[in-house]
């Protein structure tokens, strides 16, 4: 689709962002000064100065893409972001709110009345339409609902049919079909009806008249071939076909594997329903590898940077409290030895070492090993192999850091049974931090569950009570 | 490129996995009866079934694609997977080697002749070539670049001049160019002496003869308008060039907002010198997404899972090593206190807790600001309302999750005191936490360095000394 937006390099639209800031602080100044009544409210040079500042704040907007427009908004305090969304034409709001992030869309639709939302939502797409649904308020999606036309409101009854990591909510209808027994000639013919073809098209679907899927027809082979051809002679069969109801994440694979720009989609009949684009697919990367990144955090959902602390307080809040939980039980184990440590307080200044370093090791399998099963590569035989290699490598570094350790502690404390306590329980503790860091993310695969979720909290939990209790067991039982 | 290899599902891929395990098992099965001297070496039988599974091997690797069959590779342990290495036809080898991973690709380079490397090398484009060079052997690349023309050979040097993060890096050299004052009727009868387009071709490239970059002509465009307009009249001049010194994050950012499928990439000189795909973009972020995975949990660079024990504690050794000296830094904190301790063993137990919820939140804060850096959202005046917000939150999260806290500590020890103190702890190690978290990936982005690099372990470890400092220092002052 030809774009009369420009298309910006980053630093370009890092400089539309400044521009904007610094109209929006000089517009600000105004208002202040007509606030503190300096001004008249309806001084003439006031208006002017402001209608010009607002002029030129809508033409700077209006030439952007819908893209760019999202990051400007993103990076703006709330207060601005208002006054630019108000300045947007409501044709192009339902774009840009497809662009933003979750948080910020929240804000900016709680500022709309509910005809400017059913006007920016009436100028997207029935698969656009299904992303920005759970968004908007019901009676807006009635009204939306009822200016479809049949089609489009199947198209939008299956695109919010399909859960969220699904294909069907990555694909989109704007397919081009042709049949397989015309000629290249009279596809060439047929395309050049078209005003434009839609974005991401770089090949045809061959269908037959109950639309079911017989090939693909590249545009590379249309291009390169004579027009005399059928297309049923250089149509592709083998292509990769997805279905509705696959995994997301399977079809995000199959096109990084197969550096596919397009796939189709067919139903259970292989009827084609829809396609999926490569610029689907690399968002949903790109959001999934965030929200992993989040989720590790534990960050409930990307936060709009300028949300109130309340809300960004609510955002943290379940991963505070299961660490409380668990640092409150590793507490516990400690409390359980106090006369141990009462009778040497070296104890409590070694024990975070034990600990610390069993989280760090621990951490690292898991990440490998969640890595590795993300990749598909691990097989259940395979378990037995990576149990043996990491626990030799905990072994290892326990036996060299462990005994590193133990000397510093022998030098410092001047005991030597204090240094042997320490690097044991350093060798324990990592060992034990491999065979749990192996454990938990092959079990929760094995239940069909993510194995990235939680599994850090899982393991820092596990090293540092087991770390505390492995440390000050021994220190009990051989030095005191 | 119409590839003739099939295009499969993750699930079948995992099946492809599978049936080669199965072969390659009752493969070593035969080895073992001949290595037991069960059945002598020459033995026809062995010969025969030996020779079947071979045979099969082959054939099943052969029809599949060489991003699959790196894929059952990098699942194989590393005995099987030189056997199925040296079954893999030669003139596939190096596409092979493309796909595997780096500590994969080095197993396999290391199991192979010069002559060899050689002859898998020389199958390969030139910008494929120079993701390649690092891992070869000086001679096998001289070798190589001996067998190149004269373009080639150029090509070859700019591509292995840019830095791996940098647009030069991404880009390949196979791009279509035609002239802006052709008819499009001549365009379509060039295409079609071509015996196939190259990858992700949806435009052409507009150049004069001195190749300078006149505009793209969008396949979209070339399909829907009439064959008697000349080019000049309908390609679009305004379109993303990239520059080969261009950051490749830069790159992806524009493939992302503006949803590209290829962009041309120019010299200051406005010369075409190549193009990047969207393709390699996405093999980009998924590439960086993992390495920030992998470095945020202290893993240099991905590892074989099969590797070696050793190899793998070096990965993970400058970790461990620099957690080690933090851990120690802290212990040394607590060591300060150890009188205090003595008196009040209870210390011991609840200092945990505090260090490690500042831990956890100082981690929260980073993620965040983090991600709106990189997504170059922060400004320098969002500093201010940034740490405003993000100490507003740790100082109710404080009050409330310290406050609680100091409820259980008083019920349980009995003592209003020390409840106390560990309220106040809490909350001052939490704004400790967030004012770091906020300053640290700041100072580092100023200072032009990756805001995520090191970050974590920085934020723990002043988390980790100050929550001690800070706990046992009001516990001192205000209990004993």
Known sequence: ???????????????????????????????????????????????????????????????MHPADVAFVLEALPLEDRLIVWDLIEADRQGEVLLEVSDAVRETLIRSMEP???????????ADELADLAPDLPQEVMQDVYLALDTEEREQLRAAMSYPEDSVGALMDFEMVTVREDVTLEVVLRYLRRFDELPDHTDQLFV????????????????????????????????????????????????????DLVSAPVVDPENRLVGRVTVNAVMDFIREDAESDMLAQAGLKEEEDIFASVWSSVKNRWAWLAINLVTAFIASRVIGAFESSIEKLAALAALMPIVAGIGGNSG????????????????????????????IGVAGLNGLIWGGLLGVIVWLLYGSVKLGLVMTSAMTLNL??????????????????????????????????????????????????
């Open 1 to 63: 689709m030809a774009d009369t937006e420009e298309l910006l390099h980053q630093e370009d639209v890092q400089q539309r962002l400044r521009e904007v800031q610094d109209l929006l602080s000089r517009h600000r100044l105004v208002e202040n000064l007509v606030q503190r009544q300096e001004m008249n409210k309806h001084d003439i040079v006031e208006n002017l100065v402001h209608k010009q500042h607002t002029v030129e704040l809508s033409r700077k907007l209006a030439d």
């Open 115 to 125: 005809n400017e939302l059913v006007a920016a939502a009436e100028t997207l797409d």
């Open 207 to 258: 269908i037959d008249r109950e639309e079911h899927l017989q090939g693909v027809l590249p545009f590379n082979l249309l291009l390169v071939n004579d027009p005399e051809i059928e297309v049923s002679t250089i149509m592709q069969t083998d292509m990769m076909a997805l279905h509705p109801d696959d995994k997301a994440d399977a079809a995000a694979q199959a096109f990084e594997r197969y």
């Open 363 to 390: 951490n690292q399998t898991i990440t490998m090993i969640v890595r590795a099963i993300a990749l598909g590569q691990v097989e259940q035989d395979a378990a037995r192999k990576l149990f043996r290699k990491e």
């Open 431 to 480: 060992v034990l931090a491999a065979t749990v860091g192996v454990m938990i993310p092959m079990t929760m695969a094995r239940l069909g569950r993510d194995p990235a979720v939680g599994a850090s909290v899982l393991i820092t939990a596990v090293t540092d009570s087991g770390g505390f209790f492995i440390f000050l067991g021994l220190a009990s039982l051989l030095l005191l």
